[in-house]
């Protein structure tokens, strides 16, 4: 069975450009969550989805950022203008049920920001 | 909100050894701790979870065991192999809430 489908898997651009990263969650889930991952801050929740309907962006960290999902099987996060402290791991996950439930991980893509 | 803490940040075995990690969470709400392997470039994958209606897991060669009064639970990995190399998260959520929280992970080094 197909996981969680990440692109691009990696990412290098230049301060300012705007940067989109997509995700296809696994077939079925109903949950969708947006990761960030750095050495300082360990991995970070973004913002979840449910149905497709946005629940909790608290962990968005600035209005550059924005996370879209338009269908059960694809959601995007931007980033606009980007800068160089974006630059992280951003994983996607998603799961069947919510909380208390597994989360299922893509292989994540790795954004550098010059 | 929650805050977990795991220890320790490092941690080298000798093959065939055993590692256990620790963490602890501050939300006596959360009812649900599961546990990821992140090897290199990929992301986590869950290896074990526990729910706070149980005291020990297992599955083959990992355990996991949660003290819910004094808020921790930890990861066992007997008979550890080179393969198990990888950071290891423990986490920590309540169903009434959709937000897991993570530890800062722990590098687990088994040398041949």
């Known amino acids: 069975d197909a996981g969680v489908i990440q692109s691009p898997r990696h990412e290098v651009t230049e301060m300012g450009q705007e940067v989109t990263l997509r995700c296809k969650p696994i077939s079925g889930h109903d949950y969708l969550f947006w990761y960030r991952q750095t050495m300082m801050r360990g991995l970070e929740l973004l913002i979840y989805?449910?149905?497709?309907?946005?629940?909790?962006d608290s962990g968005m960290p600035e209005d550059r950022f924005s996370a879209k999902m338009p269908n059960a099987s694809f959601s995007t996060l931007k980033i606009q203008p980007s800068e160089p402290r974006d630059s992280a791991v951003y994983f996607c996950?998603?799961?069947?049920?919510?909380?208390?439930?597994?989360?299922?991980f893509g292989d994540g893509t790795r954004l550098s920001i010059l | 909100g929650e805050n977990v803490e795991q220890h320790p940040s490092t941690l080298s075995v000798q093959e065939g050894d055993s590692a256990v990690i620790k963490c602890t969470y501050s939300d006596s709400a959360s009812n649900y701790f599961p546990w990821y392997k992140q090897e290199l470039g990929k992301g986590p994958q869950l290896i074990i979870d526990?729910?706070?209606?149980?005291g020990e897991k297992k599955d083959q060669r990992i355990a996991v065991t949660l003290n819910k009064t004094a808020k921790h639970f930890s990861l066992h990995i007997t008979e550890t192999q080179p393969e198990d190399s990888a950071v290891y998260f423990c986490?920590?959520?309540?169903?009434?809430?959709?937000?897991?929280?993570f530890g800062g992970g722990t590098r687990v080094l088994v040398k041949p």
């Open positions: 996950a998603s799961s069947l049920g919510g909380s208390a439930q597994p989360q299922h």
């Open positions: 986490a920590a959520t309540k169903a009434a809430g959709n937000k897991l929280t």
């Open positions: 989805f449910n149905n497709n309907v946005p629940i909790d």
């Open positions: 526990i729910r706070s209606n149980v």
